[in-house]
């Protein structure tokens, strides 16, 4: 099972408790160091994820439809560590905190599928870490 389908099993298991949001080109979704309220499910459109160091915005990476974007802060419990900006014309499905976690408490099962998302984002931090080491990129 490749980590697309543990994706779209947590997406579709979303799916029904989505508020959907229009993002246009240049709007924020979430801001760097803000408390999450929810994760935003990525329906159409692109969405660069960037941070602030000394003052200049550095890129971390885009993302496009079918990722989810604030899951691993919601389950830390930390501040987001990057902000999301909208490349284009955005569609999100946004779950708020409170439901997120009502659903993967009724269907336990879906916290492998969370394990498994978050797992392929460390994976791509260490590949992307591993280009910049080598001056790759």
């Not at 490749?2 to 799916?15: G, V």
Request: glycine letters at 8%; charged letters at 25%; hydrophobic letters at 40%.
């Amino acid at each position: 099972m490749d980590t697309n389908e543990f994706n779209s099993r947590l997406i579709n298991a979303l799916a029904e408790h989505q508020k959907v949001h229009v993002y246009e080109a240049g709007s924020v979704l979430f801001r760097e160091n803000e408390a999450p309220g929810g994760v935003h499910v990525l329906l159409s459109g692109e969405v660069d994820l960037l941070f602030v160091r000394r003052g200049d915005d550095v890129p971390l990476r885009f993302a496009s439809a079918g990722q989810i974007l604030g899951l691993s802060s919601l389950v830390s419990g930390r501040n987001h560590e990057y902000t999301a900006t909208a490349t284009s014309t955005v569609i999100t499905g946004f779950v708020d905190r409170e439901t997120l976690f009502r659903v993967l408490h009724e269907s336990p099962e879906r916290w492998f599928d969370v394990l498994q998302v978050l797992s392929s984002d460390i994976v791509s931090c260490y590949d992307r870490v591993k280009q910049l080491a080598t001056g790759k990129t």
